[in-house]
């Protein structure tokens, strides 16, 4: 029956993505939104010039992986229903290129030093409430990351928690 097969596929939907790439997928989706909207252009369909227009913004803002963000674009442009035309096809490539060209190796992340744990201590006992961040000391300063290490949070999931300043 076809409510049946359509209860079928929407369960088998929600086991095709793990949770956390759910969440990158519709953060990418929400980026090309707000570019859209900020550019007063239509979302879909996906064309050629939108795809480099959004690459070129995406390597301007220093996206280093912003071809995963075409590819979601353009995937949600075949689910709507639009077909892939070559020139799109060739703006893709071109615009992989132009993302990934020049920019250099993979950076590593910071190296995380004992003695900045004593220091965050230290800080904490004397009652700063806002704690100065040197060239010594971690990125995103001191609070977060010693909010990060009690939690064992990873860089990007310190890097998206909102942070308020109570």
Request: aromatic share 10%.
């Amino acid at each position: 029956n076809k409510d049946a097969m359509e209860l079928a596929v929407g369960k088998f939907k929600d086991t095709m993505y793990a949770p956390g790439s759910v969440a990158s997928k519709n953060s990418r989706a929400r980026l090309w939104q707000e570019f859209c909207k900020a550019h007063a252009i239509d979302e879909f369909p996906f064309t050629a010039q939108k795809i480099l227009a959004f690459a070129a913004a995406l390597r301007d803002a220093g996206y280093r992986s912003g071809y995963f963000y075409l590819t979601e674009v353009q995937q949600l442009h075949v689910r709507l229903g639009y077909e892939v035309t070559g020139q799109m096809q060739v703006a893709m490539a071109d615009a992989k290129r132009g993302l990934e060209r020049n920019i250099g190796g993979p950076t590593r992340s910071a190296e995380i030093r004992g003695e900045w744990l004593d220091e965050l201590h230290r800080q904490v006992l004397r009652g700063d409430r806002q704690l100065v961040r040197s060239g010594a000391s971690p990125r995103g300063g001191w609070l977060l990351w010693g909010l990060g290490s009690a939690w064992l949070l990873r860089e990007i999931e310190v890097a998206h928690l909102d942070v308020h300043s109570d």
